[in-house]
Nanobody, 125 residues
Framework: QVQLVESGGGLVKPGDSLRLSCTVS????????IGWFRQAPGKEREGVSC??????FVFTAPSLEDRFTISRDSAGVYLQMNNLRPEDTGVYYC????????????????????WGQGTQVTVSS
């Protein structure tokens, strides 16, 4: 069973950068796709960015793709977040899909099989 553990969240100021990490127990061959969701206070969870384990497809929410970049290696998946804004505040979750699916998993949380526990990101002056 794939397990996900996030780290790297914290309190930062607007304009700062953060790099979130998600350590995966297992290898990239154990999952089909992996990515990040976030949940702002009082809002529904939304997909941020996701990538297939074969690295042949990357999806990032259009409103975030100029500031957020996803990457993956054999140890896990990462989210580089630049020029952070207060509206980026929320809990960021690592998520994995075990089986094949044609859609990006970050289009819908129902596509996700495994969740991490989340890491808090707060952007405030």
């Amino acid at each position: 069973q794939v397990q996900l553990v996030e780290s790297g969240g914290g309190l930062v100021k607007p304009g700062d950068s953060l790099r979130l990490s998600c350590t995966v127990s297992g290898s990239p061959s154990d999952y089909y796709a992996i990515g990040w969701f976030r949940q702002a206070p009082g809002k529904e969870r939304e997909g941020v960015s996701c990538i297939r384990s074969r690295l042949d497809f990357v999806f990032t929410a259009p409103s975030l793709e100029d500031r957020f970049t996803i990457s993956r290696d054999s140890a896990g998946v990462y989210l580089q977040m630049n020029n952070l804004r207060p509206e980026d505040t929320g809990v960021y979750y690592c998520a994995a899909r075990i089986g094949h699916i044609s859609q990006p998993i970050c289009e819908d949380e129902r596509f996700v099989d495994v969740w991490g526990q989340g890491t808090q990101v707060t952007v405030s002056s």
